[in-house]
């Protein structure tokens, strides 16, 4: 499975980014999906996730400010970013567990990987 994500940049604070991962290769399915980030020197963080139905969760330093969505249909994930921070500077990785079909039906977790997130003025 290949994860191609976009939509990163440089945006002042107050402003919105959209990012978008896509998730393409031999799969099957796509179970859950997530947007993780890391700042430099810290801990890569989970920000948010959403399951296949579309159920959603947040960190609660994005809670209000960012939307997680997904359409099945294109394997695509989406991180709407609002009101944005510049303590919400980071690379930005999406995650998905996917199953994945060859001789056998496998599940795994894939990343991608990273889009960089600035925010400064």
């Known amino acids: 499975v290949q994860l191609q994500a976009s939509g990163g940049g440089l945006v002042e604070p107050g402003g919105s980014l959209r990012l978008s991962c896509a998730a393409s290769?031999?799969?099957?399915?796509?179970?859950?999906m997530a947007w993780y980030r890391q700042a430099p020197g810290t801990q890569r963080e989970l920000v948010a996730t959403?399951?296949?139905?579309?159920?959603?969760d947040y960190v609660d330093s994005v809670k209000g400010r960012f939307t997680i969505s997904r359409d099945n249909a294109k394997n695509t994930v989406y991180l709407q970013m609002n009101s944005l921070k510049p303590e919400d500077t980071a690379v930005y990785y999406c995650?998905?567990?996917?199953?994945?079909?060859?001789?056998?039906?496998?599940?795994?977790?894939?990343w991608g990987q990273g889009t960089q997130v600035t925010v400064s003025s």
């Open positions: 995650k998905v567990r996917a199953i994945t079909y060859g001789s056998a039906l496998l599940e795994d977790d894939y």
């Open positions: 290769g031999r799969i099957f399915r796509i179970k859950n």
């Open positions: 959403i399951t296949r139905p579309g159920s959603t």
